[in-house]
RNA sequence: GCCGACGUAGCUCAAUCGGCAGAGCAACCGCCUUGUAAGUGGUAGGUUACGGGUUCGAUUCCCGUCGUCGGCUCCA
């Protein structure tokens, strides 16, 4: 997860230690390399810290337990923290064999950047701080003493790769992760999440709960949707294209390829080819398989003379888009190279957007809370400094919509400055999961690019042709992201309406099968979602098999149910709700249905 | 793409120094007929990711390719 720096954050007593112990991880790793360990800088992370280094050779997970321990070591040596001011030129003579150093006080010398490279707006102070041997050019604050870390609320997690100043063109740096807290206590507490995001995660549970695969002899980053995966995304989509019906939208569909024209026109293959699959001949044509959708459904605009009477117009789409990405950023369901989104474009008149972006916001948080969601940030992302298209009044009219937009509908939200498209303003939406992590998957924006460049436009009470705005939103994102984060959120455990399969009946002996089957049929019947364990396992296990499916209901049934016709309920909290007639129990999934629970 | 680690049965993982590739679960065939999280016996399952090299002999050592994982960068 990407990590913002609070300037709270930075305050607090936590944010200290941290960076302490990133210093005495530094003296440590200086020992273990004397005079060629050359460092960078450390700064504290949300939950930890690390320290960029660079080293003579790749260090091993032997190394970082070796590190920890001489930690311990220089922690229990209780040296004081000492600050000290100097000048430019002192500073460089200190570190004349620390070259990154150099470089940072060049950029603190020219008030050019601090030590993460963000622009200064105070004359720069030069600080280093000593700790036992180590001596480190750095603003601070830290703890007074080493003593003041927690020796057994610190851990080294792992090592990886960090370009220096995060800039691919530049060396290769070694990082080294770590965290830190007040309390051995809290350590244990932190670690456990992390192992309960493992559990959570959702290609382990895919493979588990035989949801989904990605198989490498299909292509990397491209989705094998299973019989149960698919059943979920079936009843996703189901809801949502009825609900996007329900919302005045329109549902179109498109091909996966185009001909390169489209592309050209589009900017696509100026501006996106990289992220393209190449193209294909046929006919001495070139296409492409689509990366987006849009020029899909402008041209459907296209089809005909549009009357400002017409419009708004929503086309929506579950539109299947291939993307090239390069195979270190592939990541599970999370970031693949052909996914659905669940697409939609509203062309409107200038003085239906303010309502249009109220609508779309609106609905796009209705969507979310029906699959479980309650929590929200929104980003509004402004104008590009460099490189945008548009004129300035649109994009500020447009602009200003969304930000009205926003402050109506009571959402908190932070400005993302700069961070728009080259072709319009958008909002950011992201959701965080149940234990607490934010995932990005809703987009609301603006294209003032391709609405210029296929020559939109609509006759307006004049008689005059009119471009119309034209707003692109996704609101899942793509089906396969939305789907892994779904399985994280829940961990598996779906909400009853989306669960493949909803109940499990197991009959107790052979003889209570067909007892089984008949419920079983019932079931089926009233709509419900129903398996019959029929195999030659003790009760015992098929409950256990049930549980760790996560199927919401278990019926057990022996000879008393078979009796009474009715069925013994067990939830997947392991609550035994006892005998029911099958009737209330029907009515009973019925209502988590309804309800979405 | 970059840095590092990893790739053994459907799954989870073993295999000492380079010396006949193994276990549990799942599958299949039986026995047991079961009351709220794994009953039991047996059978089958492998070009150790792929290609090359070193060696009498390679899962093991070396090189390359592909893929996966942890990060970085990127993510219209």
């Given at each position: 997860m990407p990590i913002r720096k609070t300037e709270k954050y930075s305050e607090t007593p936590l944010y200290r230690l941290r960076h302490s112990a990133s210093h005495v991880m530094a003296q440590a790793v200086m020992e273990m390399f004397p005079g060629q360990a050359k460092i960078t800088i450390g700064p504290p992370i949300e939950d930890g810290f690390y320290y960029d280094f660079d080293l003579p050779r790749p260090l091993t997970p032997e190394d970082l337990g070796q590190i920890e321990s001489r930690m311990r070591e220089i922690i229990r040596g209780d040296h004081p923290f000492v600050r000290r001011e100097l000048s430019a030129a002192e500073a460089k003579q200190l570190f004349a064999d620390q070259p990154y150093k150099l470089e940072l006080i060049e950029g603190l010398e020219h008030g050019a950047a601090d030590e993460d490279g963000n622009p200064l707006t105070a004359p720069p102070v030069i600080s280093i701080y000593t700790s036992d041997t180590f001596t480190d050019l750095c603003r601070g604050p830290h703890v007074q003493r080493t003593g003041q870390i927690n020796p057994d609320a610190l851990k080294l997690l792992n090592v990886s790769g960090a370009y220096w100043r995060g800039d691919e063109k530049r060396p290769m740096l070694q990082r080294i992760y770590g965290t830190a807290w007040d309390s051995a206590k809290e350590l244990e507490e932190y670690l456990w999440r992390l192992e309960e995001a493992k559990k959570r995660d959702h290609r382990k549970l895919g493979k588990e709960l035989d949801l989904f695969s990605i198989n490498p002899e299909v292509g990397p980053g491209l989705v094998l949707w299973h019989p149960k995966g698919a059943l979920v995304r079936y009843l996703m989509e189901d809801f949502c294209k009825r609900e996007h019906l329900a919302n005045g939208y329109e549902l179109v569909d498109s091909p996966h390829v185009g001909r390169g024209h489209l592309w050209e026109t589009s900017g696509h293959l100026d501006f996106y080819r990289e992220s393209m699959y190449a193209g294909m001949e046929m006919d001495n044509e070139t296409y492409y398989v689509k990366p987006m959708n849009c020029p899909f459904h402008i041209m459907i605009y296209n089809s005909g003379l549009r009357s400002?009477?017409?419009?708004?117009i929503r086309y929506a789409e579950w539109g299947s888009v291939y993307r090239y990405e390069k195979p270190g950023v592939l990541h599970g369901l999370m970031r693949v190279r052909g996914f659905t989104q669940d697409d939609a474009h509203i062309f409107c008149r200038p003085d239906q957007m303010p309502e249009e972006i109220d609508r779309v916001l609106k609905f796009c948080l209705h969507i979310l809370r029906a699959f479980g969601f309650t929590q929200f940030h929104a980003y509004l992302a402004t104008r590009p400094k460099e490189k945008s298209v548009g004129e300035a009044a649109q994009w500020e009219a447009a602009t200003e919509a969304l930000r009205a937009s926003l402050e109506r509908s009571g959402l908190e939200y932070a400005l993302d400055e700069g961070g728009g498209a080259f072709y319009g303003p958008k909002i950011d939406l992201k959701i965080a999961d149940a234990i607490g992590r934010e995932w990005q998957c809703s987009t609301i924006q603006f294209d003032f690019n391709e609405a210029a460049r296929f020559n939109l436009h609509y006759i307006n009470e004049a008689g005059q042709e009119e471009q119309p705005y034209m707003i692109h939103r996704a609101l899942l994102g793509s089906m396969e992201r939305f789907f892994g984060v779904m399985i994280e959120h829940y961990a598996g455990a779906f909400p009853v309406w989306l669960m493949p399969v909803q109940v499990m009946a197991i009959p107790i002996?052979?003889?209570?099968n067909e007892y089984a089957q008949k419920v079983a049929d019932q079931l089926r019947r009233a709509g419900i979602r129903v398996n019959v364990d029929?195999?030659?396992?003790?009760m015992n296990a098929k409950i256990r098999d049930a549980q760790m499916q996560k199927i919401p209901y278990m019926l057990v049934m022996g000879d008393k149910e078979a009796v009474a016709g009715a069925v013994a309920v067990r939830l997947r909290s392991g609550e035994d709700k006892g005998a029911m007639p099958v009737e209330q129990f029907i009515a009973m999934v019925n209502k988590a249905v309804d309800s979405r629970e």
């Open positions: 400002y009477r017409e419009l708004p002996a052979d003889r209570h029929v195999r030659t396992e003790r």
